[in-house]
């Protein structure tokens, strides 16, 4: 997942959308620095100003090239106000870069002849079913890596993330789904569908958890030792970067995201330290010091391309195609193909890349989830090792984060200006308490509280929304985790009683709306 403006300005980047690239910065205008002179000379200063320059407290960032680590460093601080620094050890959450462990696991499997990418799902799972007949019947494990199942980006994942439910519950549930795309043409990015190619792993191996076989196929043989792939008590482990964001006001200190439940698609934690090692892995074709982790055949399926995403030359980029295999992104970049994957949870984005014919790998994590800083520095360094002419890739995105947050800030200040006004209701604040369903999420609770509405969700038992009258039947919804944002909420009136509430979250979580049904609606 990415947060805000980060998910269409990633797309839009190596899409195609048209912008002009801001001017290059005079010191470097007529030729980009050699990989190894950048990391060397400028890498520190360049970093630093950009913690300042995106309000990010802490980076971690490693460089691979030719079989050795170059840089494995960190910048800033792990919490904002204490001196404790960022360093190569210091733990983050990676979230969906998890997908290419899920990839590759399922790939080892394949090459073993346990499974088939081509299998149907209900073969190994047989209760599983997609909203239609037809895509049930023909839903393979490819597919479900593949991101095509017709499904919107993010689609049920405010039903699913950070919830109570558990991972049976989350593939019982894709049947609930209802893809307004084409099966297998249109691409959706799926943390369900990639949950579910999770589930089947037990049962080709015997009872084997996705946890236990990523530990004991890919972390122990890297020697990934600091990564896990849980997230359960991450906030108690030593040496951990805190989670921020700063897209409502101020830097804030966000919760910890407790999303086990689809592990697959995004739990586990890392550091650069050990993820130098899975780039070794990736840029050795399968093979960490001279020993064999992947086989060849089976670290090339996932590359291969599943899903074409685009085929557009960016406005910004030096890219023209974009694909997606099995937990991997692919593009060129300057003649070069490039495999990638970002991920995002609640206070971390971070991504992890990778070029094998330069035998170049990249990782960046980072602690606040409002920024697009972590994305900059790969592209400066892909830049500075591929011979892209420089372009100050910080300076060039920044405008389009900046833009983005006063326009987020901009709206939810004419929020709290309706609210300000004092409206009166046309009806009692106590006719729209009460319980609420939606055929996905299932409950919720309304309940008055003083001149406010408070909303309990039934699978979040964390997490709470404020209510407060505007105008209309609009009331300004307020979560208590902030990642879910703040927007306006509409309760729909028939006949002098209420009927539905409808309810938005942040893009980064769900992009659709959630009627709920009042139960006592006729």
């Known amino acids: 997942m990415?947060?805000?403006?980060?998910?269409?300005?990633?797309?839009?980047?190596l899409a195609g959308i048209c912008v002009s690239a801001a001017p290059a910065v005079a010191q470097?205008?007529?030729?980009?620095?050699?990989?190894?002179?950048?990391?060397?000379?400028?890498?520190?200063?360049?970093?630093?100003?950009?913690?300042?320059?995106?309000?990010?407290?802490?980076?971690?960032?490693?460089?691979?090239?030719?079989?050795?680590?170059?840089?494995?460093?960190g910048f800033g601080v792990r919490a904002v106000g204490k001196p404790e620094p960022v360093d190569a050890n210091t733990l983050f959450m990676?979230?969906?870069?998890?997908?290419?462990?899920?990839?590759?696991?399922?790939?080892?499997?394949?090459?073993?002849?346990?499974?088939?990418?081509?299998?149907?799902?209900?073969?190994?799972?047989?209760?599983?079913?997609?909203?239609?007949?037809?895509?049930?019947?023909?839903?393979?494990?490819?597919?479900?890596?593949?991101h095509h199942l017709g499904t919107k980006t993010f689609q049920g994942d405010f039903t699913f993330w950070d919830s109570n439910l558990s991972r049976e519950d989350i593939v019982r549930s894709m049947r609930l789904l209802t893809p307004p795309n084409q099966f297998r043409q249109d691409y959706g990015y799926c943390n369900s569908a990639f949950l579910t190619a999770g589930q089947i792993i037990p049962v080709?191996?015997?009872?084997?958890?996705?946890?236990?076989?990523?530990?004991?196929?890919?972390?122990?043989?890297?020697?990934?030792?600091?990564?896990?792939?849980?997230?359960?008590?991450?906030?108690?482990?030593?040496?951990?970067?805190?989670?921020?964001?700063?897209?409502?006001?101020?830097?804030?200190?966000?919760?910890?995201?407790?999303?086990?439940?689809?592990?697959?698609?995004?739990?586990?934690?890392?550091?650069?330290?050990?993820?130098?090692?899975?780039?070794?892995?990736?840029?050795?074709?399968?093979?960490y010091q001279g020993q064999r982790v992947l086989s060849w055949p089976a670290v090339r399926r996932t590359r291969d391309a599943n899903t074409l995403i685009s085929t557009r030359k960016s406005g910004l980029l030096p890219s023209h195609y974009q694909t997606y295999g099995l937990g991997v992104f692919s593009a060129d970049y300057n003649g070069k193909q490039v495999y990638w994957h970002t991920g995002g949870a609640v206070g971390y984005v971070t991504n992890v890349c990778f070029v094998p014919e330069e035998r170049l790998g990249i990782a960046v994590l980072t602690n606040q989830d409002n920024q697009s800083f972590f994305e900059a520095l790969r592209y400066q360094l892909l830049d500075s090792y591929l011979g892209v002419p420089y372009v100050d890739r910080s300076k060039q995105l920044l405008p389009?984060?900046?833009?983005?947050?006063?326009?987020?800030?901009?709206?939810?200040?004419?929020?709290?200006?309706?609210?300000?006004?004092?409206?009166?209701l046309a009806l009692n604040l106590q006719e729209y308490a009460g319980q609420y369903t939606h055929p996905l999420y299932g409950p919720i609770t309304v309940a008055r509280k003083g001149k406010q509405l408070l909303v309990s969700f039934g699978h979040h038992p964390n997490l709470t929304a404020t209510l407060d009258y505007m105008d209309g039947q609009q009331f300004r919804c307020v979560y208590s985790n902030l990642s879910y944002g703040i927007y306006p909420a509409d309760f729909k009136v028939e006949n002098g009683k209420v009927v539905s509430l409808e309810l938005r979250v942040n893009e980064f979580i769900e992009q659709d709306s959630y009627v709920f049904r009042k139960s006592n609606a006729s």
């Not at 990418?117 to 479900?144: C, E, G, H, I, W």
């Open 2 to 13: 990415l947060h805000h403006f980060l998910r269409p300005l990633a797309a839009g980047l």
């Open 28 to 73: 470097s205008a007529k030729a980009q620095v050699p990989g190894s002179r950048f990391v060397a000379d400028s890498l520190d200063t360049y970093v630093q100003r950009g913690l300042k320059q995106w309000d990010l407290p802490g980076l971690a960032v490693v460089v691979v090239k030719d079989g050795k680590v170059v840089v494995s460093k």
């Open 94 to 146: 990676i979230a969906s870069n998890t997908k290419l462990f899920t990839g590759s696991a399922i790939a080892k499997l394949d090459d073993e002849k346990k499974l088939s990418l081509n299998d149907k799902v209900t073969k190994y799972l047989p209760d599983f079913q997609l909203a239609d007949p037809t895509s049930t019947q023909l839903v393979t494990v490819r597919d479900l890596l593949g």
């Open 204 to 287: 080709v191996t015997g009872g084997t958890s996705w946890d236990d076989y990523v530990q004991q196929n890919l972390l122990q043989p890297l020697g990934m030792t600091s990564t896990t792939t849980s997230g359960r008590g991450f906030g108690q482990r030593p040496n951990i970067a805190l989670p921020y964001s700063n897209s409502y006001g101020p830097l804030a200190q966000m919760p910890f995201d407790e999303i086990d439940n689809i592990g697959p698609a995004g739990s586990m934690v890392s550091n650069v330290t050990d993820l130098a090692k899975w780039l070794q892995c990736q840029l050795d074709s399968g093979k």
């Open 400 to 424: 389009y984060g900046t833009s983005a947050r006063e326009a987020t800030l901009k709206d939810v200040a004419a929020l709290n200006a309706r609210v300000a006004k004092k409206n009166k």
